[in-house]
């Protein structure tokens, strides 16, 4: 996994289950990075500074966008199998929101 991807999310496997966990600093860099441009937009109204930091907000959207994209492809398909839990939460740092995959040779054994 390269280093983007580890910043936006840890992914662990054990026999049983994968664990993906979104990691709560960049949902907090991206909320501080859409308040700097308001705050640079509208309240000083600045447009020449509002002008340079939108792109790089959209950047740092689209590289989560991009970075998250595998690991929400496999979750959605783990809750179409209903597969998935979850726990945690994403505005915490001591407890980050994980989703928990079971295994599909795990999941069929405890449905019989």
């Given amino acids: 996994m390269d280093e983007t991807v580890k910043f936006f999310f840890q992914r662990r496997e054990t026999d049983n289950e994968i664990q993906i966990e979104l990691k709560t600093a960049p949902f907090y860099l991206l909320l501080a990075m859409i308040a700097g441009w308001l705050a640079v937009s509208f309240i000083l109204k600045s447009n020449e ?42 505005f915490s740092f001591s407890n980050p929101f994980i989703y928990i995959i079971q295994k599909k040779a795990e999941h069929a054994e405890t449905e019989k």
């Fill in 49 to 90: 500074a509002g002008s340079v930091f939108l792109p790089i907000l959209i950047g740092f959207i689209m590289l989560r966008f991009f970075a998250l994209i595998k690991a929400q492809k496999e979750v959605l398909g783990a809750m179409k199998d209903k597969r998935l839990t979850t726990k945690g939460s994403k």
